[in-house]
């Protein structure tokens, strides 16, 4: 229950903050995110356990955070600093978000995927692909091609497993932290 209203709060704050921000864009600009495609792999991993770890804690919003200049226990500081930590939090959440949403990351050359080779389990693969391969159809309806190789070599990949050519064994080498510490 925290951890949807954590989830919750940090999305009114995003939306809120994109809607007034005088550029076209909330917490990262659209340079930045293609900068995230080059991201290292462990880079982007200690990002998205970071931003899991701040979605599980509840947020601290304030309207207003101070802490330079003050003491603890003085004001507002002890109030600002739990709030301080939210834009950290804000910040791993965004990042971590487009991270996980760009095909050239999740989706490898071989036709692999990221959470695959991480969580090392067939489900991720297909959590990975059903979106989009229903977004590429739905493109298709409209005219667009959205089938990119990558896309075309993940199916690929996987259509042995589908088959029953190639079988696998859940979690035999786990890479995912939270996995790990799950089994």
Request: net charge negative; glycine share 4%.
């Amino acid at each position: 229950m925290a951890r949807a209203r954590g989830l919750s709060a940090v999305a009114a704050i995003l939306i809120a903050a994109a809607a007034n921000a005088a550029q076209p864009f909330g917490l990262i600009s659209p340079e930045r995110a293609e900068q995230l495609r080059d991201l290292p792999r462990s880079s982007a991993i200690a990002i998205i356990q970071s931003a899991d770890a701040a979605s599980a804690r509840a947020p601290h919003p304030l309207p207003v955070v101070h802490t330079e200049g003050t003491l603890p226990h003085q004001g507002i500081y002890d109030e600002s600093v739990p709030s301080r930590a939210d834009l950290y939090a804000m910040r791993d959440l965004a990042i971590a978000y487009r991270i996980t949403r760009q095909i050239a990351f999740n989706l490898c050359a071989d036709g692999s995927t990221f959470d695959f080779e991480v969580r090392d389990a067939l489900h991720y693969v297909t959590y990975d692909l059903e979106p989009l391969a229903i977004a590429a159809l739905a493109a298709r309806e409209h005219g667009e091609d959205w089938v990119t190789p990558r896309l075309t070599a993940a199916v690929d990949w996987l259509l042995p497993y589908a088959r029953g050519e190639k079988t696998h064994v859940v979690h035999f080498e786990i890479v995912w932290p939270p996995d790990i510490d799950a089994h």
